[in-house]
């Protein structure tokens, strides 16, 4: 538990020093995440994790992206937990004054372990993740016949924690941060990308179905590495699990 702590702290301070550096041009922007998380157990130790997330401007309304992505997860052990997926990006803008003619794909691939750690009643995710990007480029007259590429690098502590239950039902706590860099040609000069803060609250109508709402504050560094977007996020997620049962 103090590790865990100690990685958050080290977390916050090194996002705050990064992003309170060269802060010539902050946007402020709101945003609302709608997302569908589905949970299809193949055994017990192999799952597929899929999810739809629309993300949408708030002031003024507008499309910004829409995400499809699907990946298996193996559970090596109590401690442990590894994944490898794929996912696609269909980004409409991200000013929501700006109404372009068309959306930039961006294809990703993604692999991640997991630290799991139980601490009293609180369980620690520790979450190391790389990811494989593909965007098409662009130019003023519209979308390139041609794909940058970057990897991107993520570290995520997140605790989650029972705040009530009765039966079936529950409420869950999650709090997490997340710090996430690029590598790539095309971003020198945005090697930290973003910082992202969150805390949600999850209701489980049973171990199957919930509902979780939730608050995140994203803090990202644009190409230009001078430029900022500042977010305020909040996202809803309908957690939908499909029951099976395995026989040993």
């Not at 997330?53 to 990946?71: C, G, M």
């Not at 620690?124 to 016949?145: M, V």
């Not at 995140?216 to 590495?225: A, E, H, N, T």
Request: overall charge positive.
């Amino acid at each position: 538990m103090k590790r865990s702590f100690i990685s958050l702290i080290i977390i916050f301070f090194v996002s705050q020093l990064i992003t309170g550096q060269s802060q010539r041009k902050i946007d402020q922007q709101t945003l609302t995440w709608i997302r569908y998380y589905n949970i299809i157990p193949l055994t017990e130790k192999w799952a597929i994790h899929s999810e739809l997330d629309n993300r949408n401007f708030v002031n003024p309304i507008h499309e910004n992206l829409f995400v499809i992505r699907s990946q298996a997860r193996y559970r090596i052990n109590k401690m442990m937990e590894a994944g490898a997926g794929f996912a696609y990006f269909n980004v409409n803008t991200q000013n929501p004054k700006a109404d372009p003619d068309y959306s930039v794909p961006e294809y990703r691939a993604q692999q991640d372990l997991t630290l799991i750690n139980d601490v009293a009643k609180i369980t620690f995710h520790n979450r190391f993740q790389i990811e494989e990007r593909f965007i098409q480029k662009t130019d003023i007259n519209g979308l390139l016949n041609e794909f940058s590429f970057a990897l991107r690098f993520r570290y995520r502590l997140q605790s989650t924690f029972t705040m009530w239950e009765k039966e079936n039902h529950n409420i869950k706590g999650t709090v997490s941060d997340e710090i996430l860099f690029n590598q790539g040609k095309d971003n020198r000069k945005n090697t930290f990308d973003q910082n992202r803060f969150y805390f949600a609250l999850r209701y489980n109508f049973n171990p199957n179905i919930g509902l979780e709402l939730g608050y995140l504050k994203s803090f990202q560094r644009r190409s230009s590495g001078l430029d900022f977007y500042d977010r305020d996020i909040i996202r809803f997620t309908f957690y939908h699990r499909i029951n099976r049962n395995f026989k040993n």
